[in-house]
Each structure stands twice: as structure tokens, then as C-alpha cells.
């Protein structure tokens, strides 16, 4: 079975259908992009995976492991195996990293059966992350995202899915606000969690520049609510060089 499986999903804001029948399947430890316009409803896929209040889900059905998770509140969802990596990460003064994960970690751990952490071996856990993913000592006692840069966000973001070791990761325009050495970063940090902790992936972006150094296994091409079409990393590359214009009716 699936990691994550989306069936015939529909979903409206305020009255107006959004999604319009998506459905989708990703295994672990595959990575698959989702790319469209502006307005095209990713945002809205997104939002409703993870729970955002004010979307109301007309059909359909959304399961990561076998578990519904229409029917779970946001934490109950996390809790549960699922990361979102949000595109705009907030800042929160005065709580470093981590305290915050240990927080996390174990809370996740006694809702999923694993065994939580003493400080020694959480501390264990955290070394071995940073050193995977390049990441100074310091940077995880610093408040959370606060005086960040958009590299060292999406970075720390990269840290948490380390150490929450989610089912499935949905990661939102991790590529907004970076630089070209800092996406080249970010994406291999990604792959590198894929391959270590076995987590399906979800990409949502509007460009192809974070697949190049990606190479997600299937795209994804979302438009007007729906998945249009899909393939390897020659559509992205595709969709690079002529736009959206001939998915849209």
C-alpha cells in the first residue's frame, strides 16, 4: 500500500470548488513533485492535507499508512507521521531548536509506539543528524528562525524531519526565497532524508530549478484542481523551456 494515497479529492473555500478530483499515490522513499501556476489549487492540496480550517472536503479520502486522515486534527495528523516544510517558516523568540524537537520527537514518539528519548541519546540523534546534513553545533541553540536566512530555515526544517522520522513529508516551495547555493543545499539535504528514514516526499514549486538537483522519481503537472498529466524529470524540464500553456483549457 501507499505511503500516502489521495482518492478523487474535491475540496472547496467559501463555496467554490478547488480541487476537482485529484488522486495520487507515493510510495517510500520516492519523491515526486507537484508543479502548476499560480491558482492552480496546489496550495489548496497542501492545506488540506495537513488540515487547514475553512477548506471543507466535499469527496474523496486521504490515508498516509493506512490511516485516514480527513477525519484527525492537524496535531493528530503530525503525530501521526506526517511533516509539512512550510514555505515561509515562522520565527519563535525565545525557544531554541532544540528544546523544540526534543519536545516534538517525543511527543510523536508516544502517540506512534517508539520509545522516548533521554537527553543523552536525544542529543546522540541530533549529532548524527546535523553532521548528515552540514549543520553547525550552534545552529540548533538559536531561537527558531529568528534572524534566519532562508537557507538556514529551510535547513532547520530539514533537521526537524531528521528527527521526527515522519511517513510521508510535504514540503511546500521549499524552494522560495533561495539562492542557487543554498537550493543545491537543500535539495540534497532532501534526498539524503529520503534514502536514510524511508519517508515518501511530496514537492509542491512553481519551478523545475529545485528538481534539477532533486530528481524526483515522477512530476506531477496541477492545473485547475487536478492532475493533468504526469512523468519523469524531462517534463519538468519540459515545462522549464514552454510554460503551462498547452495544460490549460
Known sequence: ????????????IGGQEILKGVSLDIDSSEIHAVMGPNGSGKSTLSNVLM???????????????????????????????????????????GVNARQLLRLAYNATAQTRGK????????????SEGMELLGISKEFVSRSINYGFSGGEKKRLETLQCWMLEPSFALMDETDSGLDVDALKTIAQSLKTLVERIGCGMMLVTHYQRILHFLQPNVVHVFVDGRVVESGGKELAEKIEKEGYGKFIP
Open 1 to 12: 500500500m501507499p505511503i500516502l494515497r489521495i482518492n478523487n479529492l474535491h475540496a472547496t
Open 51 to 93: 488540515g487547514k480550517p475553512g477548506i471543507i472536503v466535499t469527496e474523496g479520502s486521504v490515508t498516509v499508512d493506512g490511516q485516514d486522515m480527513l477525519s484527525l486534527s492537524p496535531d493528530q495528523r503530525a503525530q501521526l507521521g506526517l511533516f509539512l516544510g512550510f514555505q515561509y517558516p515562522l520565527a519563535i523568540p
Open 115 to 126: 520509545t522516548t528519548l533521554d537527553m543523552k541519546t536525544f542529543q546522540k540523534k541530533l
